[in-house]
């Protein structure tokens, strides 16, 4: 365990907390007024860990193969469990947006595994760190919207209609993501996969 890694984990931690203080805010003794700035908060450490991990690990030479499965696990982990608690009201997003940040996340996963398996590095792409920048994005401004929502200043209605829109935009580009990520490693997930079908070939 690096210091790095325990940049990583903390996003792990925060997770659960973030969903635990949006729901049960009133029996922490967090106002709704309170509650959006609370929430930026913990976001904002989260995003921050997100930053420090990579720097730590590069700065002082810590890049291990745990910090390599850790960091994207601890990304998806955050935004997805942040977007899952936005779908509660009073943003009440609809879950089929969740799905399309939660499929395209383990789809690539599954096939960075597979690969990594049998050998080949899947390059990150430019669209994906962009799709994590846009993703952090559209939370932070749901929550800037709830504080005039929590002062009566922005109707409900107002504000469920533009986190929708703001995060259909997020949800949007994190498919191309997906799909970028695929056209372009084509290859080695073609050959990570004919690999492993020729090997239980052999099995059989």
């Given at each position: 365990m690096s210091i790095a890694n325990y940049f990583t984990l903390s996003r792990i931690v925060i997770s659960p ?108 792409r430019m669209s994906g760190k962009t799709k994590a920048v846009i993703q952090a994005l559209a939370a932070f ?18 504000l469920q209609q533009i986190s929708f829109w703001v995060v259909s935009v997020a949800a949007v580009y994190t ?30």
């Amino acid at each position: 365990m690096s210091i790095a890694n325990y940049f990583t984990l903390s996003r792990i931690v925060i997770s659960p907390i973030f969903l635990i203080v949006y729901m049960w805010h009133d029996f922490f003794g967090i106002s709704s007024t309170i509650l959006p700035f609370v929430l930026l908060s913990l976001l904002g450490i989260s995003e921050l860990s997100d930053a420090l991990d990579g720097y730590m690990a590069r700065r002082y030479n810590q890049v291990t193969d745990l910090g390599k499965i850790l960091d994207p696990m601890a990304d998806s982990i955050a935004r997805i469990s942040i977007f899952l608690t936005f779908t509660l009201d009073p943003v009440n997003l609809p879950m089929l947006l969740v799905f399309a940040f939660l499929y395209r996340d383990s789809i690539i996963s599954t096939l960075r595994t597979i690969c990594a398996l049998k050998g080949f590095a899947l390059a990150a792409r430019m669209s994906g760190k962009t799709k994590a920048v846009i993703q952090a994005l559209a939370a932070f401004m749901i929550l800037v919207l709830m504080i005039p929502h929590s002062m009566g200043d922005l109707s409900t209605a107002a504000l469920q209609q533009i986190s929708f829109w703001v995060v259909s935009v997020a949800a949007v580009y994190t498919l191309y993501s997906g799909i970028d990520y695929l056209y372009v490693n084509k290859h080695y997930i073609a050959k990570s996969l004919t690999f492993q079908t020729a090997k239980d070939t052999q099995k059989i």
